[in-house]
Each structure stands twice: as C-alpha cells, then as structure tokens.
C-alpha cells in the first residue's frame, strides 16, 4: 500500500494533520524524462490525504514552477506546512532556480504560499529568504556546485518566537578539514511568520557532512531529536566512506535553541540509503513511525515512491530505531 503514482516518481514529502486527516505533500516528476537526475530539475508539490498513513488519495498538483525571474523558476521543492496562530495554513517550500541546463549549478530560496483548507494554495510573493554570505556559503565563494539553502522546517521556542531551520553549507570550514565538511543546521528568526531574518547556524561544520538534508525537529515520547538525511555520498571528513541514510541527533534538555552550538558528532544512523528524506510522524493510535521515500532498490536503480510507515522508538542506549521489521498494519 506504499504510495506510488504510476508515471512519476515520488520523493521528499511533508505532511499536516487537520483533525482526523493526514495531508501528504511530496515531490514528484514524470518518468518520461528517462533519468531520475533529471527529476530535480522538473519537480512539482503534490497533495494527497489519509486517515491511517497507509491508504492514500491523490489530489494532484498543488504547486510548481513560477516564472522564468521568479526564484523557483525551475522547480518548486522540499519544505514543510503548519497551522498560523490565525488559523491561516503556510508553506515554506524551497525555490529552485538552475542558471544552466548543462550543469548542476542552481540557487536556492526559502519561499512561502498560503491556504485555508491545505487544497488551494497561493503563492505569497513578499516573502522570499536567501543564505546570507556572512555565515552562509554561496555560489560567488565557488566552492560547491548548488547555493544550498532548502527544506525549510519551522519551529516555536518557549517564549513564542519563530525559528526556521534549513539545509545549509557554513561559510568557514575549519582549518585542514575536507574542505566538503561544511554541512550545518542553517537558521533564520522571525517574530510573525512572514518576515525573516537570516541567523547563525545552529551546528559547527566540520561533523562529517556536505549537507543535512530534509530537517525535522520533534517530540518524541518525550524526547527532543533532529532528524535529518545525509546519503553515503555526501559523508565527508571524518565520516567520509561510511554508509549514509537517515540520521537522528538527541537534543540536550534545554533544546537547540538555548545558545551553544549542537553537536552533530553525536548523530547516528536511523535507516541506510535506501530510505531517504524520513519524516517521523504520530499515528492514530499515539505510536510514532517513520515514513521515507525509497530510494535506491537491490539493483541500484532509483525506485521513487513513498514507504509504508516504520515503528520509531527508543532503545535502551538512547538511540532512535526505525524497526523495519516491524512495518505497521
């Protein structure tokens, strides 16, 4: 019952609850392009509903490409949906916008669209947010192939301001390091949710990781945790050669936002690489599971559809585990 659509494949997703249904937003491009690269650059956000995470109705596109100066002039990609104190739903999603079609090189912006009932949405063209090079790597540092700056995740801390948390490259990296190593929790602040401002990382580069991927910080049977992906490919420094997927970070008591820097040394691995872009979700029952695309299948070859949902839990050594063998009903 995985979600899948027959001529496209899916990938990143988020999703929202509004009362009893679950509203799924993924990325999705049609498998007539032939190559599964080529998907980031024609991806669209689409929507569909559930009441039990595993039976899925598709209800089509919801948003895409803007105009050829607009920042997702390209494509429209990963982000993440919540519910404003006004009642109003927002979507902060990632504009892509590549400069060649030759190359790789693209630029990234965190953008957001508005909507009442999670099915129509509109596109809010004020508010538009781009890595600020005084902490940020960005494409004029020629350093990295892509202006990282995406899936944004938002988040409320205890004295009710709001802190957006993005994939980012730092724009130091520490002396003698893989100069790869600059992956870091990317950070911005707002006041009202409309207008934000760039901030220092919320993590130190050097961790072993060109990017963290897809963010979501959560709750989990009382616990604070980052989750994040990072694919066996982008592993860098210290980690570089060892095996990517999806990691888990245990906050310290006082959260990630109380100052000093988190410490990304202490993330371990959830899943390997064939189930990327995990997202924990709680379920009808109050039990919490993992939903992830799949990724790469036993032939190497991208697969592109949606898992069923994974049991999540902590084991007795503090760690977060996905138990895959244990695939809910």
């Not at 599964?36 to 009441?51: D, K």
């Not at 957006?164 to 929790?185: E, F, I, K, Y």
Request: proline share 5%; net charge negative.
């Amino acid at each position: 019952m995985t979600f899948s659509l027959p001529h496209s494949w899916v990938w990143d997703f988020w999703t929202a609850r509004d009362g009893d249904t679950f509203h799924l937003f993924y990325l999705h491009a049609p498998k007539s392009l032939g190559d599964p690269e080529l998907r980031h650059r024609n991806a669209a956000i689409g929507h569909a509903t559930s009441v039990d995470l595993v039976n899925w109705t598709d209800h089509g596109v919801v948003l895409e490409h803007g105009a050829a100066s607009a920042p997702d002039a390209t494509a429209t990609w990963t982000g993440s949906v919540l519910r404003d104190p006004s009642g109003l739903w927002r979507m902060y999603y990632t504009g892509s916008r590549f400069l060649r079609d030759e190359a790789h090189t693209n630029v990234e912006t965190v953008l957001m669209a508005t909507s009442t009932d999670l099915r129509d949405w509109t596109k809010e063209g004020g508010m538009s947010l781009s890595a600020d090079a005084e902490w940020y790597e960005t494409l004029a540092d020629d350093t990295w192939h892509e202006e990282a700056w995406r899936d944004p995740w938002i988040a409320q801390d205890a004295h009710g301001g709001w802190h957006m948390l993005v994939t980012a490259r730092s724009r130091d990296v520490v002396p003698g390091n893989d100069p790869r190593d600059r992956g870091v929790v990317g950070h911005a602040v707002s006041t009202d949710l409309v207008t934000w401002r760039a901030a220092e990382p919320l993590s130190a580069p050097g961790a072993g990781f060109a990017h963290l991927e897809v963010l979501q910080l959560v709750e989990i049977d009382g616990r604070q945790v980052l989750l994040f992906s990072c694919d066996t490919a982008h592993l860098a420094g210290a980690r570089a050669g060892e095996s990517g997927g999806v990691w888990a970070v245990p906050l310290p008591e006082d959260g990630i936002f109380a100052g000093s820097l988190l410490s990304l040394r202490d993330a371990h691995r959830v899943t390997g690489d064939d189930l990327y872009a995990g997202r924990s979700v709680l379920r009808p029952n109050g039990e919490w599971a993992l939903l992830g695309f799949e990724n790469i299948g036993a032939n190497g070859v991208f697969v592109g559809r949606l898992s069923d949902p994974v049991p999540l839990r902590w084991n007795d050594t503090g760690r977060l585990v996905a138990q895959r063998n244990e695939l809910v009903p």
